[in-house]
């Protein structure tokens, strides 16, 4: 992949064609059924969660569920990014995507990708705060604060794309137009161009490496600390319940970097599970993020319920 192939400036390609998810024709009905339903519920599921936490002023204004609703928001936009094209590729419709639009999918994909590794370290953090400083944490996480750190968390996303962009969209791009996967990720579409991609390759694994790796370290240290602090609670329920404020983002942290560490970090790999476990990074853990936080989240549960029962009363009232 990483020897140059031989082209000319007439074969320079305007757009690719998704060749999709591998699958057996006679199952394209349930496959279309599966992901319509899975987005349908991951909007839906999110959305709800958003409007729950929004509405109830116990939990709207503090950043533990500022930085909540923030994560909720971008698994929407990531889902909308991804699974539309592969529910696409279940129809008849052309797989062709013009060269733009595979660009403004693999700036949204990475940006909110990375965005959301730099929001779990945040969340880490706020619980660490929380749990290990819970006397100074309204001074040093309040919401304008807790705003600024999100600011900045889009930005530094931002700048990891650029970083991928750069090099990425300097590349010439020739026949065959056809990338064998389901989005235009960099991986497959670099096997594409017609230039040594070496640097591109060493850039991704260390950029998104580096990246991932420093987020997962700060994440790890924060829950060091939390674990520590929580063993010197005396009582077994106060230890269950600082458990249990953590226990959520503890799982969707897992979900989300296990996937993310096997398809990246990997140069060069080809292993038929790479789809599989890229459809489950993409596709289901957004949908996974807002059950994970309504079942384990004794909060946002008795906010779901007072939003249930007011609609009820009102419905009662009229």
Not at 174 to 192: E, K, M, S, T
Request: proline share 5%.
């Amino acid at each position: 992949m990483g020897k140059p192939k031989n082209t000319s400036l007439d074969t320079v390609l305007t757009e690719f064609i998704l060749l999709g998810l591998s699958h057996p024709p006679g199952l394209r009905t349930l496959l279309f059924l599966v992901f319509f339903i899975i987005y349908t519920l991951t909007q839906l599921g999110n959305l709800l969660v958003l409007i729950t936490v929004w509405t109830d002023p116990k939990l709207h204004a503090r950043p533990m569920y500022i930085l909540l609703g923030v994560l909720l928001f971008l698994d929407m936009w990531l889902s909308s990014v991804i699974v539309p094209r592969i529910i696409l590729n279940f129809t008849p419709a052309s797989k062709a995507i013009p060269f733009a639009g595979c660009v403004a999918q693999q700036y949204f994909f990475h940006f909110l990708g990375s965005t959301q590794c730099f929001l779990y370290t945040l969340m880490a953090y706020d619980r660490y705060l929380a749990i290990c400083q819970p006397l100074r944490y309204p001074v040093l996480m309040n919401g304008r604060l807790c705003t600024v750190l999100v600011a900045g968390a889009w930005v530094a996303g931002s700048i990891h794309w650029s970083i991928q962009a750069t090099l990425t969209l300097r590349l010439p791009y020739c026949g065959p137009n056809q990338v064998d996967y389901f989005i235009c990720d960099i991986p497959a579409v670099l096997r594409l161009a017609c230039a040594d991609t070496a640097t591109n390759e060493l850039v991704t694994f260390v950029d998104i490496g580096v990246v991932a790796a420093s987020c997962f370290m700060l994440i790890l240290l924060s829950y060091a600390n939390i674990v520590h602090a929580i063993l010197k609670v005396r009582t077994a329920d106060g230890r269950r319940r600082a458990f249990s404020t953590c226990g959520s983002h503890i799982t969707v942290v897992t979900v989300y970097y296990v996937p993310c560490i096997f398809m990246y970090l990997r140069p060069g790999s080809k292993s038929p599970l790479d789809g599989a476990v890229a459809v489950f990074y993409t596709v289901v853990t957004p949908l996974l993020n807002s059950i994970i936080h309504t079942l384990r989240n004794q909060e946002v549960k008795s906010a779901l319920k007072g939003l249930a029962a007011g609609r009820g009363t009102t419905s009662a009232n009229k």
